[in-house]
C-alpha cells in the first residue's frame, strides 16, 4: 500500500480523500522531521538567552497573559492548558473527520513554525497509522483562538489522559498507551499551544464536506436530468447558446453536463405539448451552477487554510521572530463554510420542487406516481420527508458567523463561531444526501410511466443500476427502506 508523505509540498483536499478512502499510512518526510527540530532547537535557545516574556511559553494563556510562569512549571503549564481546555459536551466527532484532524495537524506542524518535539508529532503520525481516533466533542470551539476545546479533546491521549476509540473499542488514554507499549509524552513548553490553537477542527469538518458536496453536486446534476426527462421536460433552455450570453462557469458546465446526459433520449426527442418548465428544471444551470462556483470558491480557502500553520505564537527561526498573532483566529474559513451551507441548502431546496413537480399529478404523470392512486397514497408522503429536511436546511444555513460572544474576560472580543458552522455545514450535507435520495427514488418511479419511450443511453444504466436496490412501487409498502437504499446507492454502496 503506497504511504504519503508529510512534506512542505501543497496538500491538496483531493488527496486527502484519497488518503482516507484508502486507509493510507502517512510518514514524515526527512525534510519535515528536520524543520520540526531546527525550529524546537531555536525556541529552547531563545528561552533560555531571553529574559522576556514569551506569550504562551513563559506566560500563562489569553487573560493571563501577563502572569509569568517560572522555567521550572513551564512543562507543567502545557499539561494544565490541555487538560483545562477540554470542556467538550455533545455528540461525538464522527470517526473519519477526527482522521482528517489528526493529518491536518501534523502538516501544521510539520512546517517547523510552531514548536512542538519530534516525538511529540510522531505519536500523532502512530495515532493515524494505528487507526487511534481520540474521543472529541462537537461543542466546545469558538473558532477564535482555534478549535481549543476538540482538539484538547483530540490530544489528550498524548499524554496518557482522554478516551480513544481504538479497535472498536472506546478506551482511556492510558489504557492505549498500555496496550501499545507506548510512553505518555512529556510535554516541553509550547507545546500544549501548539497542539491546541489552530483551525483543524473547522478545517477537518470542512474538508470532509467538501468532499462530500463536490459528490453531491455531480449525483445532482445526474438526477436532475432523470427528473426533467421523467417530466417531460424541454432541453433548449440548456442549449450552449443560452450559456454564452451568460457566462458563468458552473452555468456552462451545468448546461453541458445535462445535454450530454440526456443525449439520444427519446423522451426529449417527443414533440412538447407545454411552451416552458418551472424554474426547477429550467433553471437547473443557474442554480446547480451556482452552486458548483460556490463549492469552487470555498474549496480555494480551505485549501490555503489547510496548508498553512495556524497556532500561536509563531515561531520564525529565519526570522528570529515568536510573534503572538491571530493566524488561529476562524473568521477567514468561517464565512466561507457559511456559504457552502447557504449553496448546499438550495441544492436540496431545487431538488425538493422536482419532487414536488413529479408527483403532483400532471404532464401525463399518474398523482403520487402510483398507478391506482387512493386506495393507494403512492410516493405523496416522499415530499413531505424532503420538505422536512429542506426546511430544518433553511434553519442550519443561518450563518454562524454573523454571532460573536466575547470570551477570555473580553481578551478574545471577537471570535468566528467557524466551528459552529462546521457542524451545522456539516448537517446540511446530510439533509441534502437525503433529498437527493428521495428525488432520485421519485424520478426512477416516474420515468417508468414514460414507457414505451426510453429516456437516454446514460439515464437508462442509471435507472437499470438503480432498479437492482431499489424496486418499482406498484401498491403501497413501506418506503423507509427504500429511501435508505436510495441513499446507500448514492454513497456507492451497491
Request: glycine share 6%; with cysteine; charged share 20%.
Amino acid at each position: 500500500m503506497e504511504t504519503h508523505q508529510i512534506t512542505a509540498e501543497h496538500l491538496s483536499i483531493e488527496r486527502i480523500g484519497d488518503i482516507i478512502r484508502n486507509g493510507m499510512k502517512i510518514e514524515l518526510s526527512d525534510d519535515a522531521r528536520q524543520r520540526i527540530r531546527r525550529c524546537r532547537q531555536y525556541l529552547d535557545k531563545k528561552i533560555a538567552s531571553n529574559g522576556a516574556p514569551i506569550y504562551g511559553v513563559t506566560t500563562g494563556f489569553g487573560s493571563l497573559c501577563n502572569v509569568s510562569i517560572g522555567r521550572d512549571q513551564l512543562s507543567q503549564l502545557q499539561v494544565n492548558l490541555i487538560k483545562s481546555h477540554a470542556c467538550g459536551v455533545g455528540e461525538r466527532v464522527s470517526n473519519d473527520i477526527v482522521k482528517i484532524m489528526l493529518l491536518l495537524k501534523i502538516q501544521s506542524l510539520s512546517y517547523g513554525y510552531s514548536g512542538c518535539k519530534l516525538d511529540t508529532v510522531q505519536r500523532l503520525v502512530q495515532f493515524f497509522n494505528n487507526d487511534v481516533y481520540p474521543v472529541v466533542y462537537r461543542q466546545g470551539s469558538l473558532g477564535a483562538s482555534g478549535d481549543l476545546v476538540p482538539l484538547a479533546h483530540l490530544c489528550l491521549p498524548l499524554i496518557g489522559l482522554g478516551e480513544v476509540e481504538y479497535q472498536g473499542k472506546v478506551i482511556s488514554g492510558q489504557e492505549l498507551c498500555h496496550k501499545k507499549r507506548w510512553k505518555p509524552i512529556e510535554l516541553a513548553s509550547k507545546e500544549g499551544l501548539a497542539l491546541l490553537n489552530g483551525t483543524q477542527n473547522m478545517s477537518a469538518h470542512a474538508v470532509w464536506c467538501l468532499l462530500e458536496a463536490q459528490r453531491l453536486s455531480d449525483w445532482a446534476d445526474i438526477i436532475a436530468a432523470m427528473s426533467l426527462d421523467a417530466f417531460d421536460g424541454r432541453i433548449e433552455p440548456f442549449l450552449d447558446a443560452v450559456q454564452r450570453v451568460r457566462p458563468h462557469q458552473g452555468q456552462i458546465e451545468t448546461a453541458q453536463r445535462i445535454r450530454q446526459l440526456l443525449e439520444g433520449s427519446q423522451i426529449l426527442n417527443n414533440i412538447k405539448a407545454h411552451v416552458q418548465d418551472p424554474y426547477s428544471f429550467r433553471c437547473v444551470p443557474q442554480v446547480h451552477g451556482a452552486v458548483k462556483d460556490t463549492i469552487r470558491y470555498v474549496k480555494s480557502v480551505i485549501d490555503t487554510e489547510i496548508n498553512s500553520a495556524t497556532d500561536n505564537p509563531t515561531v520564525l527561526p529565519d526570522d528570529d521572530l515568536i510573534v503572538s498573532a491571530g493566524n488561529f483566529h476562524g473568521e477567514p474559513i468561517a464565512l466561507p463554510i457559511d456559504f457552502l451551507s447557504i449553496a448546499m441548502s438550495e441544492l436540496a431546496d431545487i431538488a425538493e420542487r422536482r419532487i414536488y413537480r413529479l408527483v403532483s399529478g400532471t404532464r401525463g404523470l399518474p398523482s403520487f406516481l402510483v398507478a391506482n392512486p387512493g386506495v393507494n397514497s403512492g410516493f405523496m408522503i416522499t415530499q413531505y420527508t424532503a420538505a422536512s429536511c429542506v426546511s430544518l436546511n433553511k434553519s442550519l444555513a443561518m450563518p454562524s458567523s454573523v454571532d460573536n460572544i466575547p470570551s477570555c474576560q473580553d481578551q478574545e472580543d471577537l471570535v468566528s463561531m467557524g466551528a459552529n458552522a462546521a457542524i451545522k455545514l456539516q448537517r446540511v450535507i446530510r439533509n441534502t444526501e437525503r433529498v437527493l435520495a428521495i428525488e432520485l427514488f421519485n424520478a426512477a418511479q416516474a420515468l417508468d410511466f414514460r414507457l414505451p419511450l426510453h429516456s437516454s443511453p446514460a439515464i437508462c444504466q442509471l435507472h437499470q443500476d438503480f432498479r437492482r436496490v431499489v424496486p418499482f412501487i406498484l401498491n403501497d409498502e413501506l418506503m423507509f427502506p427504500h429511501i435508505e437504499r436510495a441513499i446507500g446507492f448514492l454513497r456507492g454502496e451497491r
